[in-house]
């Protein structure tokens, strides 16, 4: 019985012991999660601002921790409560902030901003937003200055560059290329490395407001665009002997460092007593040589008129372009004058740089051709100073920045007002300009864009070259009203023995007395170059009426006004 009993009490012993152990352990257990409640609680408090919360956050972090510290559960649990609710206004707190902060970023004006920035502010978008829905409004923050910095600097206007709209080439319409000049303001210095994605391109047409233009290329034209330059060189007699040997010379130095591997092209243009187209444009270089070689001198000096036709058949040339030229003496045999080619040359924006060689130089005109045509004039002493200028011209060309993009509007003879800036945000300027697609018409240009009577009157052109020199009505017939004033008068003239060659055309005015006839308003160019007589030159202003005829086709019918020569040389 005694062992019975004995037995008994230590089964309760251990029940008792057990039950003791077993509390300790639940109570320990219960300890460690509060514990941990409180660790989460608080690292979620520390992505949020506590704003006017936080004497009331501290100090139900204090009641709490001392509850842990004397194991008393029930006043844990109380002001873990309490700490909760807290949080949970809190984060309703620091959400709506953030979420009136968020909607303000995304409102932002970021129409000045490059693919590059847009890019970098969707990223921000789409943290912000995780960074909400995740309740880490800390960092939240962080993204919040980061985008707001983005978008000041996008704001940001920089002035430390000059920029200058040179030429616009709309040989390939709707393309349109843009030929700037950029310097430094304070170094006059062309910054290299310019990139596509901080040009900005505005255009504007009508009575409608700028619109943003898509740039589709943009780059410095030295070793990826091509130049196109006229040569024109002096052969008249006071030339003759060693001037003209050592000019050979430093035309063929020059050569060397054109780049006709990436389509540079070259014509060379020389005058005496008339004007020779002696090489037309091309990157054939043996060619150009071999012509600089056969050179010999003249009599007369007619450098106007060398100007004036090597700016026309420039100004058809695809791409930039420029004229260069050289001098020892004064015009004394052009029909044109300075101020011819000053018009010619600003109208069509080709730059003409001249080098006047010794001290007979009627400087001031020289001067005033090449500063009004975004050129320059430098006098020399002798011809051996010539090499550097040709190089530092070619230079100057060859860091011009060109920048493409395709005009959307459907009239070719509408101006357009363009605005071009860049902005890397640490250099920037802008320049406003304008140009008519319309300008100029090469034989072989694009119609696209072009009214229909517009079209007409370009394929007519063209078939009538064709029909003179080849004496065959067939080429113009289809254009004309049968039995009209230009039919007629056309189908007589083309009999005649004349050679000449279509250089371009100008579109003035296109206009509808009524809805069936319009009137046409134009300049015509026109060349004539045989063997070694000197080049003839005119450009004819004319006016032609055209009739809709009854399938929905125009058709040239009569001269509402005489045509009238404008400028020529040697006609």
Not at 345 to 359: E, M, N, R, T
Request: hydrophobic residues 30%; proline residues 2%.
């Amino acid at each position: 019985m005694k062992k019975t009993g004995s037995k008994i009490i230590i089964v309760i012993a251990v029940i008792i012991i057990a039950a003791v152990c077993g509390v300790f352990f639940r109570n320990s257990s219960q300890i460690r999660a509060a514990e941990k409640d409180l660790e989460e609680s608080q690292a979620r408090f520390e992505k949020c601002y506590l704003y006017d919360n936080e004497d009331e956050y501290h100090r139900l972090v204090n009641e709490c921790q001392s509850a842990i510290s004397q194991k008393d559960l029930d006043a844990a649990r109380k002001s873990q409560a309490a700490l909760d609710d807290l949080e949970e206004r809190v984060v309703a707190e620091n959400k709506e902030k953030a979420n009136a902060y968020f909607k303000e970023l995304q409102e932002s004006d970021t129409s000045k901003a490059y693919d590059s920035e847009l890019k970098k502010i969707d990223g921000y978008k789409d943290e912000l937003s995780s960074c909400i829905k995740e309740n880490d409004f800390k960092s939240a923050n962080d993204i919040k200055e980061e985008w707001q910095k983005l978008l000041e600097s996008i704001q940001i206007e920089y002035d430390n560059l000059d920029i200058q709209v040179v030429q616009v080439d709309t040989s390939d319409y709707p393309k349109v290329k843009i030929y700037l000049d950029i310097r430094d303001k304070t170094t006059n210095e062309v910054p290299a490395g310019l990139t596509k994605g901080y040009f900005w391109l505005e255009e504007k047409t009508g009575g409608s407001d700028f619109e943003r233009k898509t740039i589709t290329e943009a780059a410095q034209l030295d070793e990826k665009e091509a130049l196109n330059i006229n040569m024109v060189a002096d052969v008249s007699g006071s030339m003759q002997g060693t001037p003209l040997s050592k000019a050979k010379s430093i035309m063929n130095n020059f050569l060397d460092s054109v780049q006709f591997n990436i389509g540079d092209k070259v014509e060379l243009t020389t005058f005496s007593t008339g004007v020779q187209q002696a090489v037309e444009f091309t990157k054939d270089k043996s060619t150009l040589s071999q012509t600089i070689n056969g050179l010999t001198t003249g009599n007369m000096t007619s450098l106007y008129d060398a100007l004036f036709a090597a700016v026309n058949t420039t100004a058809v040339q695809d791409g930039a372009k420029c004229v260069v030229a050289f001098t020892d003496g004064k015009d004394n045999y052009s029909q044109c004058s300075a101020g011819d080619v000053i018009e010619v040359a600003q109208k069509y924006k080709i730059p003409v740089f001249i080098i006047g060689i010794g001290s007979t130089i009627n400087t001031t005109e020289l001067q005033r051709i090449g500063s009004e045509t975004n050129g320059f004039y430098r006098n020399i002493d002798s011809i051996d100073n010539m090499a550097d200028i040709y190089q530092e011209i070619y230079r100057q060309q060859k860091e011009m920045y060109m920048v493409q993009y395709d005009t959307e509007s459907d009239n070719k003879s509408e101006v357009r007002q363009i605005m071009v800036e860049y902005q890397d945000r640490k250099i920037g300027g802008k320049e406003y300009s304008s140009y008519n697609p319309d300008t100029l018409m090469s034989a072989t240009g694009s119609t696209t864009g072009m009214s229909e009577p517009e079209k007409v009157m370009h394929s007519y052109l063209n078939g009538f070259v064709k029909a003179i020199n080849s004496h065959d009505f067939s080429y113009i017939e289809k254009y004309l009203v049968k039995g009209g004033d230009v039919y007629n008068e056309t189908k007589e003239y083309i009999k005649k023995d004349i050679k000449e060659e279509f250089l371009s055309c100008n579109f003035l005015d296109i206009s509808y007395p009524t809805s069936d006839s319009c009137i046409v308003h134009m300049n015509e160019t026109y060349k004539i170059q045989n063997n070694k007589e000197p080049l003839h030159m005119r450009t004819i202003e004319s006016y032609y009426k055209l009739l809709k005829q009854s399938d929905g086709s125009w058709k040239i019918d009569s001269y509402p006004q005489n045509m009238k020569v404008v400028k020529k040389i040697k006609y």
